[in-house]
């Protein structure tokens, strides 16, 4: 919070406000709105967002709404989706909106439109998906792919993790592991239920330099050719990353690396190739729909009014409870 913004109109209102709340209590506050529950209700394609028993008040909507104004929040959404470099401490854009639009419009980073780019990655991604669950892609033995090993670490592994956790009820390919510690264990509690026959490693790493990654992807790498000799290793590794040169030196083969950009953020890359491993447990179809929801929001984060915007006002929430 810099001074101008503490020294702003919108702030300062917000700081009156707050002292006028000072003495009230919330069950006053709920209580003596009889339409309190429906009218801080908001909703989209399913999804419900009440904030009723937050310590809030309309006129405290309205202001936090004014800040939003004030600090040219719609100019920066826009910028956002425009392709702006809106990450200023590294100068990149953060595209993640992009990887899951809908229509083909263009989006432009440094004068160059992205949206071919992720049509022929996400064709990439079904076509890999969809020979490794229908049992066409083979190891080196001859035998289709039973169990994923995804490693990767921070959004590399965060992200597509807790995915295929909550989709679990829809799995139906191979089993997908996830090793992210550099603690040998994970990795060798994840292998030693594996056959390495049937095994297929995801290395997750836009630099393709992250030590964890390379690390576990050492010891995994050392476990298969021990197991099924040195050749074993391109049909049994694959990468999404940004550097293809190390991926291969490493011993994938550059048609099964599949592409990361810098204009993907990694806490928000899971639309990405990235995502691959969810793919591979819920099926291309499911992750589509995946994606289809997180556009779903994107659109109405871009076009609701705020004090009706389901991510707005999560945030303008957070500022007023933690500020």
């Known amino acids: 919070m810099g001074e101008d913004l503490a020294s702003s109109p919108a702030w300062q209102n917000l700081l009156k406000h707050r002292e006028e709340l000072k003495s009230a209590h919330l069950a006053d506050i709920v209580l003596g709105d009889p339409r ?8 989209l394609d399913g999804l419900r967002l009440n904030y ?26 826009a910028a956002m989706f425009r392709g702006d470099k809106i990450n200023f401490t590294e100068n990149r854009a953060a595209l993640h909106t992009a990887l899951r639009q809908k229509n083909d419009q263009p989006v432009y980073v440094d004068g160059r439109d992205i949206i071919p780019d992720v049509r022929a990655m996400r064709r990439k991604m079904a076509g890999f998906v969809g020979d490794v669950r229908e049992g066409r892609w083979k190891g080196a033995t001859g035998q289709p792919v039973r169990a994923i090993v995804n490693i990767g670490i921070g959004g590399s592994d965060l992200g597509p993790r807790m995915v295929v956790k909550a989709l679990a009820p829809y799995a139906s390919g191979p089993q997908v592991h996830f090793v992210a510690n550099a603690d040998a264990f ?7 239920n594996c056959d390495p026959a049937q095994t297929l490693f995801v290395l997750v790493s836009k630099t393709f330099t992250t030590q964890e990654t390379l690390l576990n992807a050492q010891t995994a790498r050392r476990w298969l050719a021990e197991k099924l000799g040195e050749k074993a290793v391109a049909q049994h590794f694959i990468a999404v990353s940004a550097n293809s040169a190390a991926a291969e030196k490493f011993g994938i083969h550059g048609d099964n690396i599949f592409p990361v950009w810098d204009w993907v953020g990694g806490r928000f890359s899971l639309w990405s190739a990235v995502g691959l491993s969810v793919a591979l447990a819920v099926g291309m179809e499911n992750f589509e729909k995946l994606c289809d929801g997180a556009a779903a929001m994107d659109e109405h984060f871009r076009s609701a009014p705020f004090a009706q915007n389901i991510p707005v006002m999560l945030a303008l929430l957070g500022i007023w409870n933690r500020n």
């Open 52 to 77: 009723a028993l937050q310590f809030i008040t309309p006129k405290t909507v309205e202001l936090l709404v004014k800040l939003a104004q004030q600090q040219n929040l719609e100019g920066r959404r």
């Open 186 to 192: 994970e990795l060798t509690s994840v292998l030693k």
């Open 36 to 43: 309190r529950l429906e009218n801080s209700e908001l909703a």
